[in-house]
């Protein structure tokens, strides 16, 4: 199970850090993804990362998002700084069945959170 909080509604400039926590396996194993979906639009992928670490960013976020996980504590973050009003969406974390190399497809992923909110004005 991954449950996202920390989402809210923000001005531009803004930052926020969505965290998602999980129970049933350890992040370290597996790659694990943040995602968002606005409406009318198909879900994207914004951050991943993998079993050792490694990190993928989308263009639109890259040098403003950072994606990070406690593999003690079990949770996954994502820092969203200098957000702007297109970061507005409802995001999503999930889990990979891969290992290594983390993917931005969202089809690489088969357990999901609900999701929480992001609204940047």
């Known amino acids: 199970q991954l449950v996202e909080s920390g989402g809210g509604s923000v001005q531009a400039g803004g930052s926020l850090t969505l965290s998602c926590a999980r129970s049933g396996y350890t992040y370290s194993s597996y790659c694990m993804g943040w995602f968002r979906q606005a409406p009318g639009k198909e879900r994207e992928g914004v951050a991943a990362?993998?079993?050792?670490?490694?990190?993928r960013y989308a263009d639109s976020v890259k040098g403003r998002f950072t994606i990070s996980k406690d593999n003690a504590e079990n949770i996954l973050y994502l820092q969203m700084n200098s957000l702007k009003p297109e970061d507005t969406a409802m995001y999503y974390c999930?889990?990979?069945?891969?290992?290594?190399?983390?993917?931005?497809?969202?089809?690489?992923?088969?357990?999901w959170g609900q999701g929480t909110q992001v609204t940047v004005s």
């Open positions: 999930a889990r990979s069945l891969l290992g290594w190399v983390p993917p931005l497809a969202p089809g690489e992923y088969i357990y």
């Open positions: 990362i993998d079993s050792r670490g490694s990190t």
